[in-house]
């Protein structure tokens, strides 16, 4: 319990830590010399537009490097915990955040997240709504993609077209809501939605909306999709190995500091230690909690740089198994998890325990915290073991990445106190996904990372019924329908409500159970910089140099 402790004041800490380095100037800045804003939904009156006519060639600006600095030309990346399976993101499995980061570098979007609600231009200099049902774009007239073909209105409406086959994918879940999309002459564009969607212009920020060439997927199908308009080309891959990439010098706007990059996986926690002490990587994404305090006491040579994750380490249910699907089943295990224990063995310092009842993100806007916690309490577990469907089978808890089979060998313990019996299967995160589809889903009950955006509106991805990320197999008619109606719903408070009820419905359904919030203390050799850390897990690696001294 003193580690428990001592892991929600880490918390507390390294949000002000956070808070700090925002208002001291991590924002973004326009390269023009005028600062490009854009009002989200939140910060509108109800009924205004949303629009901005200002420019800017690099819409996430990092810290740049000092005039004399001798600059690394080559970075080495170690990944997180998770594999790459594949850089494609009109593919099922093509969303772990090793993918979206690629994704940022090698495509550029329409708009972009300048955080704090702002919209920010980039693809598209231009954007106005009156109504968040019929949209128009200015383009850009200076964007080439990698292949040399230059960008127009009709690669967006070329890669809407794909996205529409790409079923439970982002980008077809984000164009869905695309009644037509028709092009005026080479740069303007006017986009009409089948009903209000006030989360719209967000959506088109996101890594996976990025604009594709139809030119290169035509001429090859497997790897054509690799063909961006961004700051960095893709030039190797190998699934679950590596991704490398070369800095585009062509680049419509400010070009990268560094020549190239490799982001590599590497399955062994020590290795990867090893690899930074030793200098032979510049960063790591995945270093052990036993290993930090290692970088934590020598700070002359490396840097570390904290977050905490707006993503829930999560464990879900199969509300389609007669044993998983059974309330008093879930309520019987929900009480039987000590999670301030879970959380120390998954992670040590660097996590600290749920608490509060929502199932939501770390700082996803319109959090219900008024929901109670469902307490660790064994002997209330036992009554409702005793009112379930259970009758002492094998379960499997199936998980993948470190930090989560940790997580749940120390579960299967708690809940064999109880008298339920579980095993446990280890996959790798794209063998997990794909065991864990709609169509066919095999899992009984699953430790994971929830994924949450910065807008409330990626619920659906989690609770509507064949949504992409609704591994749990959850269908409540009343949560599907405020799924409906809250994109279209202008007024903030109206919204505010709707969403705490979904919470609260959530809540009582139990399709999951939030157990720990992940702190990451990721490791740099001294001199890194330039990183955008953003703490939803879309990290900018764009703009990142090493200052060699």
């Not at 990059?261 to 930074?276: A, G, K, L, Q």
């Not at 009480?335 to 608490?355: N, Q, S």
Request: glycine share 6%; hydrophobic share 40%; aromatic share 10%.
């Amino acid at each position: 319990m003193k580690k428990s402790k001592k892991a929600i004041s880490l918390i507390l800490g390294l949000v002000m830590c956070l808070a700090l380095l925002a208002a001291c100037g991590n924002g973004s800045t326009d390269t023009s010399g005028q600062q490009s804003t854009a009002p989200s939904p939140a910060e509108s009156p109800a009924g205004s537009p949303a629009t901005t006519e200002t420019q800017t060639e690099r819409p996430m600006e990092a810290e740049a490097p000092r005039q004399e600095a001798n600059l690394k030309e080559h970075l080495e990346i170690i990944l997180d915990n998770n594999p790459v399976a594949i850089i494609n993101p009109l593919s099922t499995v093509g969303g772990n955040v090793g993918a979206l980061w690629t994704y940022i570098m090698i495509y550029d979007r329409l708009l972009a997240d300048g955080g704090g609600g702002q919209i920010l231009p980039y693809l598209a200099t231009e954007f106005h709504t009156d109504d968040y049902i019929n949209f128009t774009f200015t383009l850009r007239d200076d964007v080439y993609f990698h292949n040399g073909d230059k960008f127009t209105v009709q690669d967006v409406i070329n890669t809407i077209d794909a996205a529409r086959d790409a079923i439970g994918t982002t980008p077809h879940d984000q164009w869905r809501p695309v009644a037509s999309a028709t092009a005026v002459g080479d740069y303007g564009l006017e986009i009409v939605l089948s009903e209000v969607n006030v989360d719209f212009l967000y959506n088109l920020t996101l890594p996976q909306m990025g604009m594709l060439n139809k030119r290169a997927m035509d001429a090859d199908p497997e790897n054509g999709v690799w063909i961006g308009t961004g700051a960095f080309k893709m030039t190797d891959f190998a699934t679950s190995d590596f991704i490398s990439v070369e800095r585009n010098d062509d680049y419509w706007g400010q070009v990268a500091y560094t020549k190239s990059m490799t982001m590599r996986f590497i399955p062994e926690m020590s290795t990867r230690t090893i690899m930074i002490q030793n200098d032979v990587a510049d960063v790591c994404f995945s270093i052990s909690a036993e290993d930090l305090y290692i970088f934590e006491n020598d700070p002359d040579n490396f840097t570390i740089f904290p977050i905490t994750y707006n993503n829930p380490n999560t464990l879900a249910f199969n509300m389609d198994h007669p044993i998983a699907g059974d309330l008093n089943f879930r309520k019987a295990v929900a009480h039987a998890i000590d999670r301030a224990e879970v959380a120390i063995v998954a992670a040590g310092d660097w996590a600290a325990p749920v608490l509060e009842g929502t199932m939501w993100g770390y700082e996803t806007p319109f959090k219900n915290t008024s929901i109670p916690l469902i307490p660790f309490d064994p002997d209330l577990a036992k009554q409702y073991l005793a009112e379930s469907s259970y009758n002492g089978e094998v379960l499997e808890l199936a998980t993948a990445i470190t930090t989560n089979v940790r997580a749940s060998e120390i579960i299967q313990q708690q809940l064999s106190n109880v008298g339920i019996n579980v095993e446990i299967a280890v996959m790798d995160p794209a063998g997990l996904v794909a065991y864990t589809v709609w169509e066919n889903n095999q899992m009984e009950m699953m430790m994971f990372v929830t994924t949450f955006t910065k807008t409330p509106s990626y619920a659906r991805s989690l609770y509507y019924p064949a949504a992409v990320l609704n591994r749990s197999m959850y269908i409540n008619d009343r949560v599907t329908e405020i799924l409906d109606i809250t994109a279209s719903v202008t007024d903030e408070n109206e919204r505010r409500d709707l969403f705490y009820e979904l919470q609260e419905i959530v809540a009582e359904d139990l399709p999951l159970v939030n157990v720990f919030w992940r702190l990451n203390g990721f490791v740099g050799q001294k001199g890194l910089d330039g990183l955008i850390l953003p703490n939803d897990n879309y990290f900018d690696f764009r703009y990142a140099f090493r200052d060699m001294g």
